[in-house]
């Protein structure tokens, strides 16, 4: 979090370059809303509320049109070379059979990647070293449950169109592990996700909150996983974790500004180790009870599509 350097993760890797890992699915395959429906994603206005996302990143689609838009995911290369863009299938899954080509042409190489910010369509990157990593190979056992994370999980510099003043909500599907505890999405010094340390996850935007969020397991078993939802809306800002709302937190005012980073702050001095998946920007205050912007239907949506614990 803000200002937090881990010094046993920098000991170990010191000034290393932002990974990233891909490991086993998370559970599934199932569809998010377990209907004939079709996909629905955590930015389609039934879950997001009428003013949808403000900007999202994730390995599956932002919504269902951009699901059956085939919308880019990310773009990859590796040693060899090989390249490429992963791109939605209409199922909302990270595309099967590029996964599978990324695996053939890359094995056990690494994979660096650049994500797409979905909203607006574009490839919003400007590269910190490397990016972020896949390692190890891709293997999603053909189900797209992918997740980014590892030892030295990490930030490319992305940048939004406008400044989401408060109110706000970023809602994640990420943990923390003994690895490294550190930002899952953050600009240093201004605002930032993550996780703070041992069980425990924080916002910040000007003062620093936390709540309980149990570790989980890390590179081969992603169990424990969170749907987090941080809602800054000054002294009346929530934290709400697979569905449990910790209330009455004052994080600060700060509004998301542009040029933050992934999996660490836009400085890749707060770097979190955990499984990180998807991460999504909305310009209210998600609320509770059965209002448009209701936390519990992306805490549902999230805990449904990717496994995540709780019963929300």
């Known amino acids: 979090m803000r200002g937090l ?3 046993a993760l920098a000991l ?7 990974f990233a890992q891909v490991g086993l699915p998370w559970p599934g395959p199932g569809t998010p809303n377990g209907g004939a429906a079709g996909y629905v994603g955590p930015c389609d206005t039934s879950v997001a509320g009428a003013g949808g996302c403000s900007f999202f990143f994730g390995l599956r689609a932002a919504t269902g049109a951009l699901a059956t838009a085939h919308q880019a995911l990310m773009d990859w290369n590796c040693t060899g070379p090989f390249s490429g863009t992963l791109h939605a299938q209409s199922s909302g899954d990270a595309n099967a059979t590029e996964l599978a080509t990324i695996a053939s042409d890359c094995g056990s190489n690494d994979v ?7 909203i607006s369509g574009t490839n919003k990157t400007t590269k910190q070293g490397n990016g972020e990593r896949f390692f190890n190979g891709v293997n999603c056992n053909q189900l797209a449950r992918c997740w980014l994370g590892g030892f030295t999980a990490g930030s490319n510099l992305y940048s ?3 400044t989401v003043a408060q109110p706000w909500s970023i809602a994640i599907v990420a943990c923390g592990t003994s690895q490294g505890y550190g930002d899952v999405m953050a600009k240093s010094g201004a605002w930032d996700v993550g996780f703070t340390g ?3 996850t924080g916002m910040f935007a000007g003062s620093q909150v936390t709540a309980t969020a149990s ?3 890390y590179a081969t078993t992603p169990n424990n996983a969170h749907s987090i939802q941080d809602i800054a809306n000054g002294s009346s800002s929530i934290i ?3 569905g449990t709302a910790t209330t009455g937190l004052n994080p600060g005012t700060t509004g998301i500004s542009n040029n933050f980073g992934l999996g660490a702050d836009n400085t890749n001095s707060s770097i979190n180790s955990g499984p990180m998946s998807e991460y999504a920007a909305y310009p209210i205050a998600l609320a509770a009870g059965s ?3 209701q936390y519990g239907k992306v805490c549902n949506n999230q805990r449904v599509y990717w496994g995540t614990l709780g019963s929300c």
């Open 5 to 7: 350097v881990h010094a």
């Open 12 to 18: 170990l890797f010191g000034a290393s370059v932002a």
């Open 112 to 118: 660096f990647v650049n994500m797409y910010e979905q």
């Open 160 to 162: 939004v169109s406008t």
């Open 198 to 200: 041992a069980n425990t």
């Open 215 to 217: 570790d989980c397991g």
């Open 240 to 242: 709400v974790v697979d």
């Open 291 to 293: 209002g448009a912007g």
